[in-house]
């Protein structure tokens, strides 16, 4: 039986992680926009981690972090220098 699982999708992909791409969303949309990744760069950063190796159902497996989640802050950046 092949594996069908997801294993390089973003939660906004993800029934199941429906629910915590809404946290997500209102995290970053809460978030100063002085903080804020904005919109152009968040959605670069977003297609840089679907073609990373490293992305597993919608975590990135370097550190942890739910992709969304960590591409929200312009401050914070990619744990293998990507973005
Ligand atoms: S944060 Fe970096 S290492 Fe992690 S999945 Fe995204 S591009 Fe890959």
Redesign the pocket.
Known sequence: MSDTRCRRCLLRELEAGAQLYESVRAYRAELPAAERTEDGEYAR?LA??L?????KNAT????G?F?EL??AKSAVR??????
């Open positions: 950063r840089l981690c073609d990373c190796r490293h992305l990135c497996v370097q550190c972090c992709v960590r591409a990619c744990p293998m220098g990507r973005w």
